[in-house]
């Protein structure tokens, strides 16, 4: 498992977090553990979710990834 801390561009409030957490939980195989204004941390089996398919769920939330820090893998 890895998980990563995205830096999330685009994002002012409550409802941007809540628009990204309904985004990213519909990735099958992504765990997401934490979204605030500006981030999200997430933790997700590499063989099962890509990081692209992330960037495409942010992106339909109507963000940007600007930054991904790996925090490690298990």
């Keep these: 498992m890895r998980t990563e801390e995205l830096t999330i561009g685009g994002m002012s409030c409550g409802h941007c977090v809540a ?3 309904k985004e990213l939980e ?3 195989g992504l765990d997401v553990q934490e979204v605030t204004v500006g981030r999200a941390r997430v ?3 590499e063989g099962r979710v890509s990081a692209g ?3 495409g769920a942010v992106h339909a939330a109507g963000y940007a990834i600007v930054v991904v820090r790996a925090e490690g893998a298990e």
Excluded: N, P
Aim: glycine share 0%; charged share 50%.
């Design 19 to 21: 628009a990204l957490r």
């Design 26 to 28: 519909k990735v099958e």
């Design 43 to 45: 933790r997700y089996d």
């Design 53 to 55: 398919r992330i960037a």
